[in-house]
């Protein structure tokens, strides 16, 4: 866009058009098409000062008497006029380039003609007919341009041409977008011009106002009719009549460039509180929460507090005005109505006003928001736990969402809303929930399904079983694995493993979204921690290795990003994995997993060791990251006092290898991060009772080739354990077979039978083993090639699948010693937990020894 210095310049040299075409596009730059309106203002108001002290400008060296005569002939014009201006020197140029056929130089200046008016508009001005008069005579010109060019022997030169083209084409676009006013222009081209200077002269003393405005009190500015100076001096009436018309300029510019977003929202608030009717309302409150949300377009930074705030509110009042007025229904898809009319139940056919809206996109947004602004917030200060308070209003507004449409009977966004709340406590302790529902319990719209009695189970358990007759499978496997997270939290394995199972989520999971994955894995793991809390070893350890076995545990729980070594992330890779991060309160303590996870493989393992005798059966861990731990331990030729968890568990092993589960069990007990499970002190007493089994158990493997009777009371005494313990222990190795030897009640002693296979027994039972894994291989191989088991997606009433699926179920029922070796060989995340769960968490996890 041209400056006010170069209009006079242009008009000027008449003589010399060549001279100023070079000029012009000498003085044609991206800087000062971004002048604006402010600057030239700011200008004015310096050169008005300047003017006011004559001597400034003879301190400056300005001793020109032409200089002050200019100075003092210059005006003062408002932005308006020196935009006019503006466009009036642009067509100047435009003229001059016509007169020499220069097509290169028309079409830069049209289009900065043609920003000039978009500009104009975006400021709610009406288009000058100076520009519609520029559009018809351009069009002509460019028209008989071609003609001449087709008729000429000598044609234009190629640059030349395809400006020309080019400038038809611009012509031809904005005549389209303008047809309206050139009709009525060509029409009455005098009526055109009267009613444009009439709006020019009808908004003039629009300014004064606005100033008498300001120096009034507060109580003048809020009248019956609230009139506001807008950009360039326009003014908008505020009146129960305009608000139609305003809102649908605003919606006009909604998404342009310039459009101002905070004055947008000025103008939306103001005539949310002239709107009277319900419609009216409505209407204005779904154009100012969208307008809310547009205020930060970035995906990368999350919405300010305080237009969250705002906009959740605003999203509470237009939930209270459709629950109050239930003749008013906001759909998604809605027949086409005028935007400009009033609409009322008495004009609508069956009595009920549709407008076009969602309340639940709103209810998703707001959520987003909030977890967003948790992502970037600093976990560990108080700034983030401010935050954190903002969730109860949040829980409150979806509580109120999940109502409404259950009013009006919307099964599709009922579901969603109550998958929405459903996440906001499947997570939280009772204390917390119970928190968020007392605040529901006072609220004047209240849903269906409430916390009753303070037993939270019961109130996931009716949100689950809402969502499990919902049509939308993904709601379907995710309030499962809600529901399944929440039964492992309050320690009940059972029911949460069989849920998990009976589902067949593992063998499907891998084709399911990146936060349907996220979601499964956080299940597992929680699954992995009730065991371990209950002192269910064995399935704690099963449960937990084949996420540890991937090394990328924090990636998996989207509580870091994990950094491979020959790996690099794309900028857009990078950005998508830490959008999908969770907020810190969500996180599972890594380290508490880890340890629990290392305990349980101790436990596991040890014994285990103990109990083989040929070098190529050691190698078939069923830990491998613990072993490899065992091993670099192993290989420390000192080790000092343990400072870490890992150090803790390593010296542990190899005090539980030589027999000494005392000191086992201190360095066990000792561990730190023990504190934060709950009920600490019953998970101590837990572990050091299985430190004194597996240590008996590892002793009696170690020690059994070198006894040939042992007395059980001695044993009883050495690990501090009751007699019937001791019994029972050694009676249930001798049933499955993990040691050979007799029990000798009368006697009260163990009597060892030694059993030494030979070479060819010893190559027997491994080919047998191997053969053994390959079957079960195949047959899981062609379940996936063939993939005719039914899952949990596919079954709309929650039944049993076909008989093929009950077979595969009985399948993975079925465990063995190299089970664990195999952990993790498979392709996909799910695959490997399906491996793990349906084989090692089931009623048979008993290994062969």
């Known amino acids: 866009m041209s400056s006010d210095e170069e209009g006079p310049k242009q008009a000027a040299p008449a003589a010399k058009p060549a001279m100023s075409r070079f000029l012009k596009s000498a003085g044609d730059s991206d800087s000062s098409d971004e002048s604006s309106s402010e600057e030239e203002e700011m200008s004015s108001d310096e050169e008005q000062q300047q003017a006011r002290r004559p001597g400034g400008r003879f301190m400056h060296g300005a001793s020109s008497d032409e200089e002050s005569d200019e100075d003092q002939k210059r005006v003062v014009k408002s932005a308006r006029d020196k935009r006019l201006d503006e466009m009036e020197a642009t067509g100047k140029v435009m003229d001059n380039a016509l007169k020499i056929n220069d097509w290169v130089a028309i079409s830069n200046e049209f289009e900065k003609l043609v920003r000039m008016v978009q500009r104009q508009q975006n400021v709610a001005e009406p288009v000058p007919p100076f520009y519609l008069r520029t559009l018809i005579d351009l069009e002509k010109s460019a028209n008989a341009a071609v003609v001449k060019d087709k008729e000429s022997k000598k044609k234009m030169n190629a640059s030349n041409a395809r400006a020309l083209t080019a400038v038809k084409q611009k012509v031809k676009k904005v005549a389209k977008e303008f047809e309206s006013e050139l009709k009525r222009f060509q029409e009455d081209p005098e009526g055109f011009e009267r009613d444009f200077q009439a709006t020019f002269v009808s908004e003039a003393p629009a300014p004064a106002k606005a100033k008498k405005a300001k120096k009034g009190n507060d109580e003048e500015e809020e009248d019956e009719e609230f009139t506001t100076v807008g950009k360039g001096g326009k003014a908008i009436q505020f009146t129960p009549e305009s608000i139609f018309k305003n809102l649908q300029v605003v919606q006009e510019a909604r998404g342009k460039k310039n459009t101002d977003r905070a004055e947008q929202i000025r103008i939306l608030e103001k005539l949310l509180e002239v709107a009277v009717t319900p419609y009216q309302q409505i209407r204005v409150l779904l154009a100012l929460i969208a307008s809310r949300f547009d205020y930060n377009s970035s995906v990368a930074t999350h919405m300010p507090a305080e237009l969250w705030l705002s906009a959740q509110k605003e999203v509470d009042q237009l939930i209270a005005i459709v629950a109050k007025e239930p003749a008013y229904s906001i759909q998604e898809i809605t027949e086409d109505y005028d935007d400009l009319a009033e609409r009322s139940p008495k004009t609508e056919k069956d009595g009920i006003v549709r407008i076009r809206g969602s309340v639940i996109s709103f209810v998703d947004r707001l959520d987003d928001e909030f977890t967003k602004s948790l992502q970037n917030i600093d976990p560990h200060g108080t700034e983030y736990v401010d935050r954190l308070k903002d969730e ?35 997570s939280k302790p009772d204390p917390v929930v119970l928190a ?3 605040t529901v319990a006072t609220n004047d719209l209240k849903p269906s399904v409430v916390l009753s009695d303070s037993q939270t189970s019961s109130l996931i358990h009716s949100l689950c079983v809402h969502l499990y007759k919902s049509g939308n499978s993904l709601l379907r496997t995710r309030a499962m694995l809600c529901h399944i997270y929440h039964y492992a939290l309050h320690n009940d394995f059972h029911t949460a493993r069989d849920m998990l199972l009976m589902s067949h989520l593992q063998e499907s999971i891998h084709n399911a979204d990146v936060a349907t994955q996220i979601l499964y894995n956080r299940t597992v793991v929680q699954l992995g921690l009730s065991a371990f809390r209950c002192g269910l070893i064995k399935e704690a350890q099963a449960t937990l290795q084949d996420i540890f076995a991937t090394q990328r545990v924090k990636e998996l729980l989207a509580q870091g990003v994990h950094q491979q070594r020959y790996q690099v992330l794309t900028p857009e890779q990078e950005k998508a994995e830490r959008q999908r991060q969770l907020p810190f309160h969500m996180h599972i303590n890594t380290e508490l997993l880890e340890a629990a996870f290392l305990v349980s493989s101790m436990l596991v393992e040890i014994p285990l060791l103990a109990s083989i005798d040929s070098e190529e059966q050691k190698r078939k861990a069923i830990s491998k990251p613990f072993r490899r731990l065992l091993d670099f331990a192993d290989r420390q030729v000192f080790t000092g006092p343990p400072e870490s968890t890992r150090d803790h568990i390593m010296q542990a092993s190899k005090a539980l290898q030589n027999g000494e589960w005392e000191k086992c069990r201190d360095l066990i007990q000792s561990i730190k991060i023990w504190s934060l499970m709950p009920e600490c002190a019953a998970v101590k007493e837990m572990l050091a009772k299985r430190i004194q089994e597996e240590g008996l158990r590892t002793y009696l493997f170690t020690y059994a080739p070198h006894y040939r009777t042992l007395s059980l009371s001695l044993l009883a005494k050495t690990f501090s354990l ?68 039914n899952t949990w997606n596919d079954r709309g009433d929650g039944g049993k699948g ?7 179920q009985e399948r993975n029922r079925r465990g063995d010693r190299t089970r664990g070796a195999r952990g993790g060989a498979r392709g996909g995340r799910g695959a490997r937990f399906a491996q793990g769960l349906g084989s090692q968490m089931a009623g048979n996890t008993q290994r062969n020894r």
Request: charge should be neutral.
């Open 392 to 426: 109860k209003g949040l829980y409150c507004t979806i509580c109120r969402a999940q109502a409404l449409y259950e009013k009006t009977k919307q099964e599709d966004p009922l579901g969603r809303v109550i998958m929405r709340r459903l996440e906001h406590i499947y």
């Open 436 to 438: 968020l529902e007392a």
């Open 722 to 789: 009751s007699l019937r313990s001791v019994t029972s222990l050694v009676s249930k190795m001798i049933w499955t077979e993990e040691l050979a030897a007799a029990l000798d009640q009368s006697a009260g002693v163990v009597v060892f039978n030694r059993v030494e296979l030979t070479r060819t027994q010893q190559l027997a039972q491994t080919l047998a083993d191997k053969v053994n894994a390959m079957v079960e291989q195949n047959e899981k191989s062609l379940d996936q090639r063939l993939g005719v088991s």
């Open 802 to 808: 076909d008989k093929r699926g009950e077979q595969t």
